[in-house]
């Protein structure tokens, strides 16, 4: 591509810049070659010229496009440089808070000083097995690579973390080491991962300190193996440390502190054991307040130091040895309190009474006066003689310093020595990892010999780094077999030859050092003059003569010479170590005790100069020599390696959270080899894709017809179209390589196509919507001109009507005009024509008015006197009636008051009430209505009373004028008169009848007044009743509201219910893990013993067979107590000498138990002698006896006989349905059935009489059977018999009858009496029993009744629908009283039945025995006697649902059934639980003979065996799910025939039969429930380990719309599936749940078991797809949320397809939905965070932040998540209480609960198939 096409108009780029390193700009036009100048735009709109250089044409670098922003791997960038590295992190650091990032093979770790919630256990979980490009970046990811090819190649792995003071090293190492700690398990020592991961603590306390730059700040480095065995077990560990910083003890910085172990000892001065030390505040003492910075914010020192202390002890650092680390540690700060006095200027001295040194050698156990003396003297030797020379102040004080700085050096390097004695381990190693914690490249203002020595060890690492990063390059190009040139990279071995080589700097420092006069400027010149022209890495400055300058692969830095040679040195005073060696002290003197024998793997080791010779100094090592030495052995340790590099970046030099100086962190990235990691990359093919990842991406480039069936070549060919230069891109054998910028390029035009199909949509979308415009706007125009038109239509149509009535108008006023004019004259000759006949009229008017008048008076007169009769009959007649009335209301009101106090009257007046109420309501409405037309009839005669008024009054006018016209006719006056007064005597009339109207109606309206007022009063009453129902209402609502809290009291306590069983079931699962591996660690155990013991020994078979005797009579002897203890258990805690005494004992006590047996046999056999002689002298009387028996035998099958021959006679006479007609009445048949009805109704009364006498007969000859018996005993019959041997009664008897039968009959009929006595008085207590009730049930009545009278007064003021609400909730509670009682009595009846047929069971088989024995004796008697043939027909065998074994066979039992069996077999062939009944139907047979031994033996044996089953076969699904079934039937089996009450009403009649009889073994049932929990949990594991490959590739990778939602590009780590050639689809993983949800069904799993491993398997699923997708930042898109709520879709479609979902499993996928609504909904303003907040209610705050800060857009039309609104939801989220975790608990398993589930199977049906080989069992 040519600079002109990607430096077009609107290209982005990037400016360089002072303050910020770089600054994004966009170009404002086209660039074209030759320009000088490129005209951009700033973000913040200023515009800004960029000058080209001509000659180098150097274009600012590109931008990559946005949505390759924020990657988690900087190789995957299209273009890669400074700025775009720098921009990435800066994205992922501050805008997605992630602080690693992958660059190729180096993760970059960003200190965020603040504590993340990323490192817990779950976090190592969801790591642990996964492939590294396959999560987001972690430093768990790199250690778990390194743990991976440790364990695939067998190959050790080293973990290089690097980076400057406070970027964060210690803290990833330590994290590194926890993560092998927690992955690996121990082998064969215990605590091995603790222990390492305790020596960090003392390693801190020790070797890190507080500097200006961080709080704990590692002046060391340090490099730990971890070893491993076979198994990949930690086994032990080695430090190496290098280069501690000893100078730190005795010199501090401004606000710096020492190492942390001063500071501890310090804050714990207070402590008993630390009073000898005499220490105080760190402020005391000059070694550790010199930083004036004494405490660091939020760390406890005291506490820290009790860390410390712990961490030793785990070591096995005894608390002696603690002791004296800390009195040697307490020394050195007294030590360096001593202050030295100036005497002169060679001279000096220390006062004699120096407290802190008389301290110093109290504690080093040395003498004062000697230390003294050689603090400020030294030995001088030459060759003749020896003297000893003062020294000066400045001297001495150094001396004490070197000192001080020696003790502690020695001191760290015997606590490194004691850690590694602590982690080594006797077992071979393996392979190991080793974790180099090693400090970064550093440059100060002053640089001295130790940056030197730290430089010099990144140069050597960063070589190494650079050599493994070009060799992976290789290799990889080699794989795909692609052509490639040799990548010219930056190569440091001139600077390391400067440093190292022969004539270098450190052979000049040490040669430097072996002269005698040698010092820091002359070794200064002989650089200058030796390097300063031959290499060009060295160089001098300008200003300066005792400095030098090394050109280092990261920076140039600037040395000052001074003090090079005395740290070179590191000299001490000799004198003053011979002081200490003369110590009493153990420790001190071990650390003096061989300085040449020291291992070399500990840091440096100091020279001591003083009295040794020449030759001794000169092979004393240098401390630079040994720094080479080592470093080289690290190299070499490296190199045989796999390294795994962590590039720590610090930030920030203000320690802010979050917040990145880009000109710190560019500094870093230049020095830690990140920017030449990237420009080797960029060199090559940075860019690398498989085919089928190229394909799925850029798919929607291709047409239809390029797309071939081999996508190698389609990728070629579309390759081959889009970019012409060849030399961009290569093919390899599965991957395609790309040159740096050309995925930019694709991606340019892959949403440069989207582009053009978006617009191609939107033009489209646009036609459509602006053609539906127009046609609504061209449907609305042609109705507006059809409305139009309209009108106009209708306006002409008006005009024309308008004109036709003008023209009717005009014809009709013409025509009215000449009409009126016609009329006028009409009228003239009419009016005179009416005149003239008016006045005829008016004359035969006047005679007939006068004729009318005297007609009206007569009837008016008339009418009068009959209404006037008529109103004095109707009053009498009323008056009459009302005092019969009155008669009969009082007649019928004695006759209610009489009715009122009877029951039955309140019951009709409660029936009625309701419908009396309704009656009086309806009355009330009527008598308003009549009211109303009361009051309207009256208005009426008002009316008409004043018509007739006005009308009377008009008369009396006419009257007045005809008076007058009398006055003119003389002739008509008294006539008139007479009118007139009987016009008054009439209107008198009226005005009587208006007064009696009036009265009438004033006393209507006082009756109607006090119906209303009686009205009111019955309202008030009803109000009041409303007012008491509500405040019961509000009763009543108050106790639903107790209800309620008592409801929610409930649940809470089911919720902390199913949380303890959770608990009990995770304990009781782990309590079954550790005894399978004691029990595993015992056999091992054993079989080591007897491999090692040889000579004539036990066995193992016999001890096995004598400890499982042994555990069977313990077992017989704890009974209940201890049911469940098994052959292993007893085993594991028995030896050999106290196993044979208890074997001794146990035989003793078989054989006591064996003598009470025989004793209990004589007894019994002397019992059964005497039983004999008894009834050899009753042997009459039973003969008698059994013959009456036989009599009474006869008599009854006749008895019987005769009433089945009746039943057939009636049965045929009332038989309608024969083919023959019944016999009609009065017909022969008929009357001789009545004479054979009637013979043998008398035929029975006799035999009844008979069988009485019978009867009598037999219950005295029973008394004198059992008399003397022990069953007599408890038979109270109350019989005198008197004995035989009476004289007298014996001569009565045979006076009376010879053989004494008359006598016999007498006694038998008094004994009847008495019979019929006990049961009349049984009678009269029953009837007094009922009596009793009776009154009960009366008083309940009365109750009842005097409530329902309280009800019904209530109801009356209450509405109607009030009104029988009230009376439903009464009806209610009275039924629901009813069913308590009823329950009551019903389990009363019950308990009194059960216990009633087991005491009739047992009397039944007792009274059976004696029968039969007696029978048996009897038959011998009675052979010869005459006996009535009897027919004896034979019974269908009936099976008791038991079956027989021996007692030996349990065993083969359990081979057969157990051991042996095969699931698959068995599911389809035979019923589901048959193993189940089958060892029940065993222990029904253990229970029926009452052998206990036998019960304990058969179930103990069952457990041991399906546990030792579910061991051997556990990663068998099928198996363990068929235990499950047959543990859980087993389980139901011994509930449901336990006898329990509850259970026995779900059985049917002939199961309740087989219920245990004789042992109760509910403790049993606890003991399978807890085996059904072990094989749940194993059953769950078992599913988890089949589905776990299967939920990320079919929940989260596999994607059903390729191309255009395609994947992003993705860098040097490329995802890995488990599945690469074949898609994991949801279709699969349903299709696995769905054979297990078959597999269950088979075996016959209880539903509601399934159902819990169905929600528990769904849970499962929706944790482990959440968990990866918040560690995936990869999958946090729209797109993935679209395609996971469809394949939750598939989930419930498949939980309603199989009817489940109710069991909960929909609820468990709740945040996994939620979280992918959260991917999709809308982020941008206030409202969508407030909607966001109450939608995801089962998202944890962190989980929703975790989301929305990784959503990474897929597309560029997609927008990343803002800041302001990811604050915004924290804020609206920070008041809700919940757990901090990130993670969902995939190792959670919900408790399980077994419901009870009767089995519907009869035992007596059960078959035993042949094949199970169970031969030797017996069906009863």
């Known amino acids: 591509m040519a600079a002109s096409e990607l430096y077009s108009k609107h290209a982005r780029v990037w400016l360089p810049d002072a303050a910020e390193v770089w600054k994004s700009a966009e170009l404002i036009k086209d660039y074209t070659p030759g320009d000088l100048t490129l005209t951009l735009q700033l973000d913040d709109g200023t515009e800004v010229e960029y000058k080209i250089d001509p000659k180098t044409n150097n274009l600012p670098p590109l931008r990559n496009p946005n949505i390759l922003v924020g990657e988690n791997d900087l190789t995957a960038l299209s273009y890669l440089h400074e700025p775009a590295v720098l921009h990435n992190l800066k994205v992922r650091f501050m805008d997605s808070k992630l602080i690693y990032t992958y660059c190729g093979i180096v993760l970059v770790a960003i200190n965020p000083y603040e504590s993340l919630p990323i490192y817990e256990a779950d976090i190592i979980n969801a790591y642990s097995g996964q492939n590294m490009g396959d999560m987001d970046p972690h430093i768990f990811a790199v250690a778990e690579e390194a743990y991976k090819q440790m364990a695939r190649d067998t190959r050790n792995q080293s973990i290089i973390v690097s980076g400057e003071s406070g970027a964060g090293k210690t803290v990833s190492a330590k994290y590194a080491m926890r993560y092998f700690a927690t992955v690996s398990c121990s082998s064969g020592e215990a605590n091995v991962e603790e222990r390492v991961l305790a020596s960090s603590p003392i390693m801190e306390a020790l070797g890190n300190a507080k500097t200006t730059r961080n709080d704990n700040s590692s002046r060391f480095g340090k490099y730990i193996e971890i070893g491993f065995d076979k198994k990949h077990c930690i086994i032990g560990a080695n430090v190496r440390t290098y280069l501690l910083e000893k100078s730190r003890v005795v010199f501090q910085a401004h606000g710096e502190r020492n190492y942390h172990i001063f500071y501890q000892l310090c804050a714990s001065s207070h402590l008993p054991e630390f009073k000898a030390f005499k220490l105080g505040c760190a402020d005391d003492f000059h070694c550790t307040n010199q930083g004036q910075s004494p405490i660091i914010d939020g760390v406890d020192d005291a506490k820290e130091l009790c860390n410390t202390r712990k961490a030793f002890s785990l070591l096995g650092i005894g608390e002696t040895d603690q002791m004296a680390i800390y009195q040697i540690l307490a020394a050195i700060l007294h030590l360096s309190n001593v202050e030295v006095k100036d005497q002169s200027a060679d001279r000096c001295s220390i006062l004699p009474d120096n407290v802190h040194l008389s301290v110093f050698c109290e504690l080093m156990g040395v003498p004062c006066e000697e230390m003294a003396h050689w603090l400020c003297h030294r030995k001088l030797k030459t060759t003749t003689e020896t003297y000893v020379k003062s020294v000066s102040k400045i001297s001495a004080v150094n001396g004490r310093d070197a000192l001080a700085k020696h003790i502690y050096a020695r001191l760290f390097s015997r606590i490194v020595d004691s850690i590694n004695v602590a ?71 001139p600077c390391i030859n400067l440093i190292e080589a022969k004539l270098g700097v450190l052979d000049l420092l040490d040669e430097e050092c072996k002269m005698p006069k040698g010092s820091d400027d002359t070794w200064a010149q002989k650089m200058y003059n030796t390097l300063l022209k031959q290499n060009a890495h060295f160089d001098k400055p300008r200003m300066s003569n005792r400095a030098f300058i090394i050109h280092h692969f990261a920076d140039k830095v600037e040395y000052q010479c001074e003090g090079f040679l005395e740290k070179n040195k590191d000299t001490v005073n000799e004198e003053q170590i011979n002081v200490l060696k003369n110590s009493k002290f153990d420790l001190l003197l071990k650390l003096f005790e061989d300085d040449e024998k020291a291992p070399s793997s500990t840091n440096k080791r100091t020279s001591v100069i003083g009295r040794a010779s020449q030759a001794q ?209 009409r009228s003239a000759a009419i009016t005179i024509q009416c005149f003239l006949r008016a006045y005829v009229a008016k004359q035969q008017y006047h005679k007939l008015m006068f004729e009318q008048k005297a007609v009206v008076i007569q009837k008016w007169m008339r009418g009068c006197l009959a209404r006037r009769h008529y109103r004095r009959t109707v009053a009498a007649i009323i008056l009459l009636q009302s005092c019969v009335r009155r008669m009969r209301a009082k007649k019928d009101f004695k006759k209610l008051k009489v009715e009122a106090r009877s029951v039955e009257h309140f019951k009709k007046l409660n029936f009625g009430m309701e419908n009396k109420i309704m009656q009086l309501q309806h009355k009330i409405n009527e008598q308003h209505k009549e009211n109303r037309e009361l009051s309207e009839r009256l208005n009426a005669v008002e009316k008409t009373f004043s018509v007739e008024r006005e009308k009377q009054s008009r008369e009396i006018q006419n009257l007045r004028r005809s008076e007058q016209e009398g006055r003119a006719k003389a002739e008509t006056v008294p006539l008139l008169l007479q009118q007139l007064t009987f016009l008054q005597h009439e209107l008198e009339n009226t005005r009587r009848e208006k007064d009696d109207l009036e009265e009438q109606t004033k006393v209507f309206k006082e009756q109607t007044q006090q119906v209303v007022e009686e009205l009111n009063m019955k309202n008030s009453l009803l109000n009041s009743e409303k007012d008491e129902l509500n405040k019961v209402i509000l009763e009543q609502a108050q106790q639903l509201t107790e209800i309620k809290t008592n409801d929610s009291n409930t649940k809470q306590m089911e919720r902390s219910l199913a949380e303890e069983r959770s608990r009990y079931q995770s304990l009781l699962s782990e309590h079954l893990h550790l005894e399978e591996r004691h029990r595993d660690l015992k056999e091992e155990i054993n079989q080591n013993t007897s491999s090692s013991k040889s000579g004539h020994k036990r066995t193992d078979s016999s001890y096995s067979s004598n400890s499982s005797e042994f555990s069977q009579s313990l077992a017989s002897l704890e009974g209940d107590d201890s049911p469940i203890q098994t052959e292993d258990e007893t085993q594991a805690t028995v030896d050999l000498p106290v196993l044979l005494k208890l074997q001794r004992r146990v035989k003793e006590l078989e054989q006591d138990k064996q003598s009470l047996w025989q004793q209990l046999d004589n007894k019994e056999e002397a019992q059964q002698e005497k039983a004999k002689e008894a009834e050899e002298q009753k042997s009459v009387g039973r003969a008698e006896l059994d013959l009456e028996k036989l009599k009474r035998q006869e008599l009854q099958s006749e008895n019987k006989k005769l009433k089945q021959d009746l039943d057939e006679l009636r049965k045929s006479l009332t038989n309608e349905d024969s083919e023959m007609t019944p016999p009609a009445p009065g017909s022969m048949p008929y009357n001789t059935l009545l004479d054979q009805l009637s013979s043998s109704n008398e035929e029975l009364e006799m035999r009844k009489e008979e069988v009485l006498l019978l009867r009598s007969h037999m219950v005295r000859q029973e008394a004198l059977k059992h008399k003397d018996s022990a069953l007599g005993e408890g038979v109270k019959l109350d019989l005198d018999i008197p004995s035989f041997q009476e004289v007298d009664r014996s001569t009565d008897i045979h006076t009376l009858n010879e053989d004494g039968e008359l006598w016999l009959a007498y006694e038998g009929l008094k004994e009847t009496n008495r019979v019929l006595e006990c049961q009349m008085q049984e009678q009269e207590r029953v009837q007094s029993e009922k009596c009793r009730k009776l009154l009960e049930e009366v008083n309940k009545l009365k109750g009842e009744k005097e409530q329902q009278q309280k009800m019904l007064a209530q109801s009356l003021l209450l509405s109607e629908d009030a009104r029988i609400e009230a009376s439903l909730k009464h009806e209610i509670t009275r039924l629901t009283n009813e069913n308590l009682e009823r329950m009551e009595q019903q389990e009363r009846q019950d308990k009194s039945i059960r216990k009633l047929k087991k005491q009739l069971k047992f009397y039944i088989k007792m009274v059976e025995d004696f029968e039969a024995s007696a029978q048996q004796k009897s038959n011998t008697s009675v052979t010869n006697a005459p006996l009535r043939a009897v027919n004896i027909t034979r019974k269908e065998k009936e099976y008791k649902g038991m079956l027989e074994y021996r007692q030996g066979d349990v065993s083969r039992l359990l081979k057969s059934v157990v051991t042996e069996l095969k699931p698959r077999g068995v ?211 729209w797109s993935k949320g679209l395609q996971i709520r469809y394949n939750v879709w598939q989930l419930e479609e498949w939980l309603m397809e199989k009817d489940m979902i109710d069991c909960g499993a929909k609820e468990t996928l709740e945040p996994l939905i939620q979280a992918a609504q959260l991917l999709q909904i809308k982020k941008k303003t206030e409202a969508d965070a407030q909607a966001i907040c109450n939608m995801c209610t089962a998202l944890t705050t962190a989980q929703i932040v975790k989301v929305l800060t990784l959503y990474t857009p897929v597309i560029e039309f997609e927008e990343r998540v803002p800041t302001t609104f990811i604050t915004t939801i924290k804020e609206l989220l920070k008041d809700r209480v919940e757990s901090s975790t990130l993670m969902m608990d995939a190792k959670k398993i919900f408790s399980v609960t077994f419901v009870f589930t009767p089995s519907s199977v009869a035992l007596e049906t059960i078959q035993i198939p042949a094949s199970l080989n169970l031969g030797f069992l017996t069906r009863i």
């Open 423 to 493: 982690l080594k381990s006797a077992a071979k190693q393996h392979s190991f990892i080793g974790v180099l914690d090693i400090y970064g490249f550093e440059t100060f203002d002053v640089n001295s010999f130790e940056q030197f020595c730290i430089n010099y060890a990144n140069e050597k690492l960063q070589q190494q780094f650079n050599q493994h990063v070009f060799k992976l390059e290789q290799e990889e190009y080699m794989k795909e077999e692609i052509p490639w040139t040799l990548i010219d990279f930056y190569d440091n071995q």
């Open 617 to 825: 100094r000169d092979t004393k090592k240098t401390v630079g020599l040994q720094f080479r030495q080592s470093l080289h052995l690290l190299m070499d340790t490296l190199n045989a390696t796999t390294p795994h590099y962590v590039r720590c970046i610090k930030p920030n030099d203000d320690k802010a959270s979050f917040t990145l100086d880009p000109l710190r962190a560019v500094q870093q990235l230049r020095a830690c080899g990140i920017l030449e990691t990237i420009r080797i990359s960029a060199a090559g093919f940075p860019s690398r894709w498989t085919y089928q990842e190229f394909f799925s991406r850029y798919r929607v480039l291709m047409k239809q017809k390029d797309v071939l069936p081999d996508r190698k070549q389609t990728c070629k060919n579309l390759l081959g179209k889009l970019i012409e230069d060849q030399d961009k891109y290569q093919f390899g054998k599965n991957k395609i390589f790309f040159r740096a910028g050309q995925v930019a390029y694709m991606e340019k035009l892959r949403s440069d196509k989207l582009r053009m199909a978006c617009v191609r949509i939107q033009k489209t979308i646009r036609c459509w919507l602006a053609r539906k415009k127009y046609l609504r706007m061209r449907k609305s125009a042609i109705t507006i001109q059809r409305h139009v038109r309209g009108h106009q239509a209708r306006s002409y149509v008006k005009f024309l009507r308008w004109t036709r009535a003008a023209v009717v108008i005009q014809r009709n006023v013409r025509m009215w005009a000449t009409r009126r004019h016609y009329q006028q004259q």
């Open 1467 to 1677: 599911a389809v062939s035979f019923i589901p639980g048959l193993p189940a009944y089958i060892i029940f139907m065993c222990l029904r047979y253990a229970d029926n003979v009452n052998d206990d031994q036998r019960v304990s033996a058969l179930l103990n044996s069952t457990i041991t065996t399906v546990k030792g089953v579910i061991k051997r076969r556990g990663n068998d699904f099928e198996v363990v799910s068929f235990w499950l079934a047959n543990t859980c039937r087993l389980m139901h089996c011994l509930k449901q025939y336990s006898g329990d009450e509850i259970v026995m009403k779900q059985n049917t009649p002939k199961q309740n039969e087989h219920c245990l009889t004789n042992f109760e073994l509910s403790e049993y049932q606890q003991v399978l429930g807890d085996l059904s929990i072990q094989i749940y949990r194993q059953l769950i594991k078992c599913m988890e380990d089949i589905l776990q490959p299967l939920i990320v590739a079919s929940m989260l990778e596999h994607e059903s719309i390729q191309g255009v939602l395609g994947s992003k590009p993705t860098g040097l780590r490329k995802r890995s599936t488990s599945f690469p050639e074949e898609g994991v689809t949801v279709e699969v993983l349903l299709q696995r749940i769905s054979q297990f949800h078959t597999t269950m069904s088979q075996h016959g799993i209880d539903q509601d078991l399934i159902k819990q491993v169905v929600k528990q398997q769904f849970y499962n699923i929706c944790a482990v797809t959440l968990n990866h997708l918040l560690l995936r930042k990869d999958m946090c898109s």
